[in-house]
């Protein structure tokens, strides 16, 4: 008798690899500040005196706007995402010293590279599994070189969920988008609803409602001492009831 083969399993993709290479998320998300970006990466020149030397690491990196602002600055920079729609976008800007790759920031293997890593506006916290976000930690920590410094730029968790907006709508480019969110099993959870041209469209983002606690031990456990918690882009000090963002910036111990 021949055996019947089964036809392989189609791989079930998270919802960041559909949204974010989604053309709508960047419809969605197109008047995101570039400004702002430049601000908190001067801040950060500033207060870290930075060598003009340094070489960056920017992971989650989307279409690169702060890569392309460090490498403007004169920095070197490499940038990675998972997302081959954002980084053909970023790869635009290539040259010498900026280079943009679809990387798994989860499973890359650069090792003692990187003089600064950096994790921005909340590119963390996606995954179901917690050995995720584990791993993250471990192979960005192991991407920079011994005393190197890991800058990490998270939403605060605490006034997001104090402040969680339940509904709202948003018309962009003709395109009326309806958001809706919810907390659920510690992720807030993100509802978007849209047509256009007569299809249906409908995608989610979750992102773990990570606190301050949860961050000192992905850090503690891989030798990552935080130097600083900051509050928001203009770097005052972390408040966790009024302050915007988590800000952390920690140092590789070895």
């Not at 179901?128 to 920079?144: H, M, P, Q, V, Y």
């Not at 005393?147 to 480019?173: S, V, Y």
């Not at 005052?236 to 140092?251: G, H, K, M, T, Y």
């Amino acid at each position: 008798m021949h055996k019947i083969k089964s036809m392989p399993k189609e791989k079930t993709l998270q919802w960041f690899e559909n949204w974010f290479d989604s053309p709508y998320y960047h419809v969605l998300y197109k008047n995101r500040s570039f400004n702002e970006a430049e601000l908190f990466i001067d801040n950060l020149i500033n207060y870290l005196q930075i060598n003009s030397d340094s070489k960056f690491l920017d992971a989650g990196c989307g279409k690169g706007r702060h890569s392309i602002y460090l490498n403007k600055k004169g920095y070197n920079v490499v940038g990675i995402d998972l997302s081959q729609a954002s980084i053909t976008c970023a790869s635009q800007s290539n040259n010498e010293r900026l280079q943009f790759f679809v990387e798994d920031m989860r499973k890359t293997d650069r090792i003692n590279q990187f003089d600064y890593v950096l994790n921005l506006f909340t590119s963390f916290g996606y995954f179901e599994n917690e050995r995720d976000n584990f791993s993250t930690i471990n192979c960005l920590g192991k991407a920079l070189k011994p005393k190197g410094i890991f800058i990490l730029d998270f939403m605060n968790a605490q006034k997001e969920i104090a402040n969680l907006i339940l509904h709202e709508k948003k018309i962009i480019e003709g395109i009326e988008f309806k958001i809706s969110r919810s907390i659920e099993n510690n992720f807030i959870v993100k509802q978007i609803n849209f047509s256009d041209k007569g299809q249906e469209y409908n995608f989610q983002e979750r992102v773990k409602a990570l606190h301050l606690d949860d961050f000192r031990k992905y850090f503690d456990d891989n030798k990552l001492k935080i130097l600083h918690l900051l509050g928001n882009y203009n770097l005052d000090e972390f408040n966790p009831v009024s302050s915007n963002r988590l800000i952390i910036i920690a140092q590789k111990e070895y």
